[in-house]
């Protein structure tokens, strides 16, 4: 019997060895990200697992309440996906620097068996990229992201810190992680 008649897969379905566009939002839209100090968590988080070779990262920009990645997931970090683990990881971040500030922290709170906060929604959208011509598109939407009228945080991309489109703009990685996708493709 097929079993595939008995799975469904999710959105956020992401195989090894592929390249993806990936999005994820924090609960309820908050406005987690409105912080260095919480951008950094992810930037941090996307270069442990890139040192560990467990993904291999393209693109990002950390927005102020949802992240674009364009990205690899290379290998299983224990039993899980890489980017289980990404999320798993920075939720606990996350509610470990909150308790310090508990009404912040209840903006959080979720009435569940399972857990007690819900940083990020459920069900992630991946979408694989299987063409130069579909990367570059994402690759654009991305780096742009930080200047859509409801956002306008900067005038240019490459200005906004949390992105990586400077990285496009002049070849130099600061974050120490970034690949370059037109190698890829």
């Known amino acids: 019997m097929d079993e595939s008649l008995f799975t469904t897969n999710r959105k956020s379905h992401m195989v090894l060895g592929e390249v993806y566009f990936w999005t994820?939002?924090?609960?309820?839209?908050?406005?987690?990200?409105?912080?260095?100090?919480?951008?950094?968590v992810i930037v941090n988080s996307l270069r442990h697992l890139s040192d560990a070779g467990?993904?291999?990262?393209?693109?990002?920009?950390?927005?102020?309440?949802?992240?674009?990645?364009?990205w690899k997931l290379m290998e299983r970090n224990g039993k899980e996906l890489p980017h289980a683990s990404f999320l798993k990881y920075t939720a606990h971040i996350?509610?470990?620097a909150l308790m310090q500030t508990p009404e912040e922290l209840s903006?959080?709170?979720v009435h569940e068996a399972n857990k007690e906060f819900?940083?990020?929604?459920?069900?992630?959208?991946?979408?694989?990229?299987?063409?130069?011509?579909?990367?570059?598109q994402k690759?654009?939407?991305?780096?742009s992201n930080p200047l859509a009228d409801h956002w306008n945080?900067?005038?240019?991309?490459?200005?906004?810190?949390?992105?990586?489109?400077?990285?496009?703009?002049?070849?130099q990685d600061r974050f120490g992680f970034l690949k370059d996708i037109r190698n890829e493709f």
Not at 59 to 66: E, I, R
Not at 139 to 143: A, G
């Open 94 to 96: 996350f509610k470990t």
């Open 54 to 70: 467990k993904i291999e990262v393209y693109a990002f920009v950390v927005m102020p309440n949802h992240i674009h990645l364009i």
């Open 24 to 40: 994820a939002t924090i609960h309820k839209w908050i406005h987690l990200f409105a912080t260095d100090t919480t951008k950094e």
């Open 153 to 171: 945080l900067v005038a240019r991309p490459e200005e906004y810190v949390f992105s990586s489109a400077s990285f496009y703009e002049s070849s």
């Open 139 to 143: 690759l654009d939407y991305i780096h």
């Open 107 to 109: 903006r959080f709170y």
């Open 118 to 136: 819900n940083f990020w929604q459920r069900d992630s959208l991946a979408v694989l990229l299987n063409s130069r011509k579909m990367a570059f």
